[in-house]
């Protein structure tokens, strides 16, 4: 768990205190085994990004 929440503070500038693993599901069993893992991040800290030069990610905050 984490490398995702590494990847998450540093792409988004998102910190969580609290993680809880929601299981893993597969988009797209028919060509390719590809298991996307999915969380819930509580209490909430928003800090800087640290995106490489050529990513473009928005964060989009929600209430």
């Known amino acids: 768990m984490a490398i995702y929440q590494s990847e998450i503070e540093e792409e988004l500038g998102i910190k969580a205190d609290e993680w809880i693993a929601l299981g893993a599901i597969d ?8 298991p996307v893992h999915l969380f819930l991040a509580k209490q909430l800290t928003f800090t800087s990004t640290h995106q490489e030069g050529t990513e473009t990610i928005k964060t989009l905050k929600t209430s």
């Not at 988009?27 to 590809?34: G, K, Y």
């Open 27 to 34: 988009l797209d069993t028919s060509i390719v085994h590809c």
